[in-house]
């Protein structure tokens, strides 16, 4: 395998590092709300909400809206597509990373 046979098999929409953030913080725990997100990926509030809604877009995570006591709460879940891709970009990256050490 050329060194960077792998790099076409990535998901790019995975491989941003923000959104890389998410799926991985989710991926840890069931379901996150938007205040831990923000916290564990030290995003802004506008690139968290940006990257939250292109995962959405992708089927890669859901996002439940609620109010409790009239305070909007948001969270957050890895789907099981979302796992599927967070997956098979770790073992893409397994193959590059390999790549590199030969």
Do not use: C, W
Not at 80 to 96: D, E, F, I, S
Request: aromatic letters at 8%; hydrophobic letters at 40%.
């Amino acid at each position: 395998m050329s060194d960077f046979e792998a790099f076409p098999e990535l998901d790019r929409l995975v491989h941003e590092p923000g959104r890389l953030a998410i799926a991985a913080v989710l991926n840890a725990v069931d379901q996150a709300d938007f205040l831990f997100l923000l916290k564990q990926t030290g995003l802004t509030r506008g690139n968290l909400s940006s990257h939250t809604a292109k995962l959405e877009a992708a089927g890669y995570i859901d996002i439940e809206k609620t109010f409790v006591e009239k305070v909007p709460r948001t969270v957050y879940r890895l789907t099981p597509a979302g796992q599927k891709a967070l997956n098979r970009y770790r073992r893409h990256m397994r193959k590059v990373l390999e790549a590199l050490e030969d």
